[in-house]
């Protein structure tokens, strides 16, 4: 897909979403939306990673809790404005995600998604047994609402609309990345390391970079959820939301930056709908996983683009038929009409010799 497309589909998605919350009736809808924009900006930066650098991570769960608690602590405990807080939240992810980065890198494969699964565990740790700064188990409170540039966001809607903002930020950015030399860098470290490396591509570098991009856009969700919610737990941040947060890139399609974002609306709000089957909840949400991965194995966003492709098949197919059948008909009516003339003209020469037959007769008969 082109850069126009790709941007004609984030305009699309921004409409969607600026759209949608007049028509959602309560704030329990609201904040579930919200909830999904916040997930899908992690997914973005996943998709870069896993999707497109081919890099596995099993700890994002743990830059989006470090952000959230670092802007908690700075806003509460210190005082710190909220504005700055949240810049020194998502710096955290980022400069943390380097140190990992730096060593963790050098592997791969499992033993990556092993390194970062450690670091996951360590952080989650952390989070629950340092109560003096997190609150531990029992969660940290009195976090302050949302306020940049000397504007408070004290509604919900105000909320959702600057999260939406940013998400549409954070995918455009994502777009860029791809489209740019660094994408095509990328790409080519995805296909084949020992080719990129030939082809004089710095992989450390670039994995370095794509890692610490979508550890900072998990760093950024996490801040927003900090101030959106005023209260975070260390049962947010654990190793079943990272996988979570995998499964919503594979679901949505790995190498599909919108496909990602698909992926976390629909396993944010795919258990909301299943909490009326409560003692069954969990086999249905497993059941529709397994069928999604079973026959949408390049995920839900190429499920899309194949029916998508049908139906304007199908329309085209149709829409070629009615015109050839108008065709075959207006060729008809010609051809008929063709006829009518030839046959009306034929009459007229007949009659016309037969006009001078008789003249000839009656000149002979005088």
């Known amino acids: ?102 060593p963790a890198l050098k592997l791969k494969g499992h033993y990556l998604a092993m390194a970062t699964l450690g670091f996951g565990v360590i952080l989650s740790i952390l989070f629950n047994e340092t109560v003096e700064i997190t609150g531990g188990p029992s969660g940290f409170t009195g976090i302050p609402r949302l306020s940049l540039f000397g504007v ?42 020992k080719a990129a490396q030939a082809m004089g591509i710095d992989i450390a570098r670039y994995k370095l970079f794509v890692f610490v991009v979508s550890a900072a856009f998990a760093g950024l969700a996490g801040v927003l959820y900090a101030h959106y ?41 795919l258990p909301e709908f299943l909490r009326a089957f409560e003692n069954v909840e969990i086999v249905l949400f497993g059941g529709i996983l397994v069928l999604c991965m079973m026959y949408l194995p390049d995920g839900l966003a190429g499920g899309f683009n194949r029916l998508w492709r049908l139906v304007w098949r199908l329309i085209y197919v149709r829409a070629d038929k009615y015109r050839q059948n108008r065709q075959d008909r207006q060729d008809r009516r010609d051809r008929q009409e063709s006829q009518d003339r030839q046959d009306v003209q034929d009459r007229l020469e007949m009659l016309d010799r037969q006009d001078n037959m008789d003249g000839k007769d009656g000149g002979d008969n005088g």
């Open 1 to 102: 897909m082109g850069y126009r497309y790709d941007m004609r589909w984030l305009a699309g998605l921004l409409l969607v979403l600026a759209l949608l919350p007049p028509l959602l009736g309560n704030n329990y809808y609201l904040t579930v939306l919200t909830m999904c924009c916040l997930n899908a900006m992690i997914a973005v930066g996943l998709s870069l990673l896993v999707g497109h650098a081919g890099q596995i991570s099993l700890g994002h769960a743990g830059f989006y809790g470090l952000a959230a608690y670092t802007t908690a602590a700075l806003s509460t405990t210190l005082g710190v404005p909220v504005g700055l807080s949240m810049l020194a939240g998502v710096g955290a992810s980022a400069a943390v995600a380097a140190l990992v980065g730096l």
């Open 152 to 193: 408070e966001f004290s509604s919900d809607l105000s909320v959702y609309y600057l999260i939406v903002a940013l998400l549409g930020l954070v995918v455009w950015l994502s777009f860029n990345i791809l489209h740019s030399r660094v994408g095509r860098a990328l790409r080519a470290l995805h296909t084949s390391e």
């Open 229 to 269: 919610l005023t209260f975070i737990a260390p049962a947010s941040f654990g190793f079943s939301f990272s996988v979570q947060l995998i499964v919503m890139v594979v679901l949505g399609g790995m190498t599909s930056v919108p496909g990602s974002i698909v992926g976390a609306f629909f396993l944010t709000v």
